[in-house]
């Protein structure tokens, strides 16, 4: 059983990092873009995995007794290209929901149902920045296109 909860543990302290460098190069992005609006998304988003990273973090603390440390660790600098970085953050959106999800099964399987819940919710939230960052992504190219054809 103790294997189980380490391996619980473990899931989630890999899912609080992953989920502190999404929220710090989403707000990276949003000091760094021009566009208001796309501002706006960003920097929600990286709130709400800020959010998710403490809500993680509390649920490590229950488990595991012992809050996460927080991660020094140099995040790379992005570029100026809007539509690469929102397809990088779309493909992060998208893959911290799967992983979330992949983690509820696993804690709901070996018998941490609160756990499992928690990251059931995280997982459906995360859908829903993936759909904010779809629609930014599809904006951005109607913005483009009408640039062009003028």
Same mark, same amino acid.
């Given at each position: 059983?103790?294997?189980?909860r380490?391996?619980?543990v473990?899931?989630?302290?890999a @899912?609080? !990092?992953? %989920? *502190?460098? #999404?929220?710090? &190069?989403? +707000?990276s992005?949003? $000091?760094?873009t021009?566009d208001?609006?796309?501002?706006?998304?960003w920097?929600?988003i990286?709130?709400?995995?800020?959010e998710f990273?403490?809500?993680?973090g509390?649920r490590?603390a229950?488990?595991h007794?012992v809050?996460?440390q927080?991660?020094?660790?140099?995040?790379?600098?992005p570029?100026a290209?809007?539509?690469?970085? @929102?397809? !990088?953050? %779309? *493909?992060? #959106?998208?893959? &911290?929901s +799967?992983?979330?999800? $992949?983690?509820?099964?696993?804690?709901?399987?070996?018998?941490?149902?609160?756990?499992?819940?928690?990251?059931?919710?995280?997982?459906?939230e995360?859908?829903?920045?993936?759909?904010?960052l779809a629609?930014s992504?599809?904006?951005?190219?109607?913005?483009?296109?009408?640039?062009?054809?003028?």
């Amino acid at each position: 059983m103790s294997d189980d909860r380490q391996r619980i543990v473990d899931e989630l302290l890999a @899912l609080h !990092a992953a %989920l *502190a460098h #999404a929220a710090e &190069l989403g +707000a990276s992005r949003a $000091r760094r873009t021009p566009d208001p609006i796309l501002r706006a998304r960003w920097l929600a988003i990286a709130a709400a995995r800020a959010e998710f990273r403490d809500r993680v973090g509390a649920r490590i603390a229950a488990v595991h007794g012992v809050p996460p440390q927080p991660s020094a660790q140099a995040l790379p600098t992005p570029a100026a290209e809007v539509a690469r970085l @929102l397809r !990088a953050d %779309l *493909a992060t #959106a998208h893959a &911290l929901s +799967a992983r979330c999800r $992949r983690i509820a099964r696993l804690t709901t399987a070996l018998h941490d149902p609160e756990s499992g819940a928690l990251l059931e919710r995280l997982a459906v939230e995360g859908l829903g920045h993936a759909a904010e960052l779809a629609r930014s992504l599809a904006l951005h190219y109607a913005r483009e296109a009408r640039a062009a054809a003028q």
